[in-house]
Nanobody, 122 residues
Framework: EVQLVESGGGLVQAGGSLRLSCAAS????????IGWFRQAPGKEREGVSC????????NYADSVKGRFTISRDNAKNTVYLQMSSLKPEDTAVYYC???????????????WGKGTLVTVSS
């Protein structure tokens, strides 16, 4: 059974940092690109960042470039999202998802986690 379990969310003040983790099981982790997505209240889900399966190529939404860093540890079947200089508009439920293949575009995800809530206070 495929499982993606996010953790690390919480309440943080603007300007602060958080590191999200996504622990994966039930599939061959390094065959999949992994993405972080978020959904703010009343808004559609949006892509935040994606990392390829093999060469660690990455992509970021313009809104988080320079503030967020995605990384993966294939030995631990875990992907991370280091978030810095957080803003109130970063408040959302953050989801990790995986797509079979090496591309860091994360265009069509195969499996999703249940999400972790990040709240940034002003």
């Amino acid at each position: 059974e495929v499982q993606l379990v996010e953790s690390g969310g919480g309440l943080v003040q603007a300007g602060g940092s958080l590191r999200l983790s996504c622990a994966a099981s039930g599939f061959t982790f390094d065959d999949y690109a992994i993405g972080w997505f978020r959904q703010a209240p009343g808004k559609e889900r949006e892509g935040v960042s994606c990392i390829g399966s093999r060469d660690d190529s990455t992509n970021y939404a313009d809104s988080v470039k320079g503030r967020f860093t995605i990384s993966r540890d294939n030995a631990k079947n875990t992907v991370y999202l280091q978030m810095s200089s957080l803003k109130p508009e970063d408040t959302a439920v953050y989801y990790c998802a995986v797509e079979r293949g090496s591309s860091p575009l994360c265009a069509a995800m195969d499996y999703w986690g249940k999400g972790t809530l990040v709240t940034v206070s002003s």
